[in-house]
């Protein structure tokens, strides 16, 4: 996948893309994806976000058996990503585990509110630099597990793991309908 500097272009280009070519992540790119997330808005600024970058090998396999069994929980051994070639997280290029402060030992719609905005800044930039990536949330299933290999203190929270990559075959635009029906105006339509 190209490039893309145009902003117009970026939104519907933002994929998620699930397989990645065998083409290692220069560091400065993981550099700046990261710190476009740190530009994210957050209540009161207080940025209550972690970044964990997974480049580790044996981290990638210890948390990929995980991942494909949440999977499987979810869609089951013949799901249709299977065939289109979803990568297992041992091939990722780079894993980031994006992860927040828990107040008071609970997240909510607070803390979420403060911490995805990060993520999808960290989404957009790799798509500028023709990085492909994908929100994911599936490992909850097995969160404790998921914690323990990255040893993540008390207090805090994984909120998303995103692989990113370069894309094994390019992608178009997304798939979206027009606004009719997701916009009203004033308030909710009435019958
Ligand atoms: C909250 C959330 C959780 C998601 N969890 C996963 C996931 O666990 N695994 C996965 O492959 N994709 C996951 N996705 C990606 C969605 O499937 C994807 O964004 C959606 O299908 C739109 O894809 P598109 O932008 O390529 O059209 C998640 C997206 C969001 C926003």
Redesign the pocket.
């Known amino acids: 996948m190209e490039p893309i500097t145009d902003v117009w272009e970026l939104f519907p280009h933002?994929?998620?893309v699930?397989a990645f070519a065998d083409r290692p992540v220069p560091d400065e790119h993981v550099t700046k994806v990261l710190q476009a997330a740190m530009r994210a808005p957050s209540s009161q600024n207080g940025m209550p976000w972690r970044f964990i970058v997974i480049r580790d090998q044996a981290q990638k396999d210890a948390l990929s058996p995980i991942y494909e069994r949440c999977?499987d929980q979810v869609y089951g051994t013949n799901a249709p990503?299977r065939a289109a070639g979803?990568q297992p997280w041992s091939q990722v290029p780079v894993l980031i585990a994006v992860l927040t402060e828990a107040r008071n030992g609970r997240t909510s719609m607070m803390t979420g509110a403060s911490v995805y905005p990060a993520v999808q800044n960290l989404m957009l930039a790799a798509r500028a630099l023709g990085l492909g990536t994908?929100?994911?949330?599936?490992?909850r299933l097995e969160n404790d597990a998921i914690r323990e290999v990255l040893a993540v203190p008390e207090g805090w929270e994984i909120a998303?793991f995103v692989p990113v990559g370069y894309p094994e075959t390019p992608?178009g635009k997304?798939?979206?309908p027009p606004l009719e029906g997701y916009v009203f105006e004033d308030r909710w339509p009435q019958e």
């Open positions: 933002q994929r998620a699930r999977f990503d979803r994908v929100m994911t949330t599936l490992w998303a992608m997304s798939r979206r």
